[in-house]
């Protein structure tokens, strides 16, 4: 028998209910994959794979479906893993999870449900999907505070179109409700967070052992040397913790934090609250766009707009350069423009698209400081 749907099985609570879901409304077309995307060397230190696929067997177990395993930790190496230690190694702050769900979850799934004869992928995404006129669309979740479409921008029509997401018209606590309801173990289970192939790691660490450290010197705006950095890949704009800079002359006794990286001299640039204007931009701009409906929109395009996850809307306005790079806009000041990271616009609940940050109006030209 051919299941018509394959539900991306993490071993988590939203992804189980899911495929509760949609075998309580197609009892025979539904069936599991559990897809390990990471090779770890010490399973004490980073990703629990074996214990979340026991609870992906679990569940499927408790509600009478096959469960299909697939490795694809080479594709993941290739296309994820390698954009991303790229990505910081040019001192940008790349976002995995987006690069996950455009690489992974919605083409190498998808593909490989292809071969299994399915019609529709589903996964444990808080977010919806409408079709108006033939067009499918990308809505929020109904659940504010755990609406994912921030992560799923980079997606294509095509992919959206075969794409079902059972929880997004649910809000977490009758998610968990109703896993605790159908008796399913994974109901109390914590929310996995963080980066998986990191894991317990330190973040320094992790990174050490696949990029060359370039330790340097971390100044104030004006020039002052205030300690060591131990590379720049490290940091992130607006970042206030690991900086280990203490028992400065003259200094404010606040904490620091990361205003730039000037990659010219080497050098961190940190700020205290006197330094807060620094840090604040109006405009970016991006390029690796992508619009969901497959079709660019008319510029200057104004809508809302967020430069991370859980942000609230930001209205802005979008236009397009002479060599197809987006400059945004924004009404208001926003803090700690990172490159590296996704800007995502919406029109309401509609998530239009997004790209990816390459500078912005934050200081730039001052942060080329001279030796």
């Known amino acids: 028998m051919t299941e018509k749907i394959i539900v991306g099985m993490s071993g988590g609570v939203d992804s189980s209910v899911s495929a509760a879901l949609l075998q309580q409304k197609y009892p025979h077309d539904v069936a599991g994959m559990f897809m390990k995307n990471w090779e770890e060397d010490d399973t004490s230190e980073t990703c629990t794979a074996d214990e979340d696929v026991k609870d992906a067997q679990s569940v499927c177990d408790r509600l009478g479906l096959t469960l299909h395993r697939r490795n694809f930790s080479a594709e993941y190496w290739d296309y994820v893993f390698s954009e991303f230690l790229e990505e910081y190694q040019k001192g940008r702050t790349p976002n995995p999870d987006i690069l996950c769900n455009r690489e992974i979850k919605f083409k190498t799934f998808l593909d490989h449900a292809d071969d299994l004869g399915a019609e529709f992928i589903a996964t444990g995404h808080y977010v919806r999907k409408a079709e108006v006129k033939g067009e499918f669309r990308l809505l929020k979740g109904v659940d504010n505070n755990k609406d994912q479409s921030y992560f799923l921008y980079a997606i294509k029509q095509h992919q959206l179109a075969r794409s079902l997401f059972p929880v997004g018209e649910l809000e977490k606590p009758a998610?968990?409700?109703?896993?605790?309801?159908?008796?399913?173990?994974?109901?109390?289970?914590?929310?996995?967070?963080?980066?998986?192939?990191?894991?317990e790691k330190r973040f320094q660490d992790f990174l050490s052992q696949y990029l060359k450290p370039n330790p340097g010197e971390i100044v104030t705006p004006d020039g002052t040397v205030v300690g060591k950095h131990n590379g720049l890949m490290y940091y992130t704009i607006g970042q206030r913790q690991g900086l280990g800079i203490g028992g400065v002359k003259k200094a404010l006794a606040e904490p620091w934090f990361v205003i730039a990286k000037a990659h010219k001299n080497n050098q961190l640039i940190v700020g205290q609250s006197n330094h807060n204007h620094l840090i604040m931009g109006q405009q970016l701009r991006a390029d690796q766009v992508n619009w969901i409906s497959g079709q660019a929109p008319e510029f200057p395009l104004r809508c809302n707009a967020k430069i991370r996850y859980r942000q609230p809307d930001q209205a802005c306005s979008i236009t397009l350069t002479d060599n197809g790079q987006l400059t945004v806009d924004f009404e208001q000041s926003q803090r700690a423009i990172t490159p590296g990271q996704s800007v995502v616009f919406y029109l309401d609940d509609i998530c239009l698209g997004g790209a990816v940050i390459t500078d912005s109006d934050l200081l730039t030209s001052t942060c080329e400081l001279k030796p």
């Open 175 to 199: 998610v968990r409700d109703k896993a605790a309801e159908l008796g399913l173990s994974v109901h109390d289970k914590k929310d996995s967070t963080g980066i998986c192939f990191i894991g």
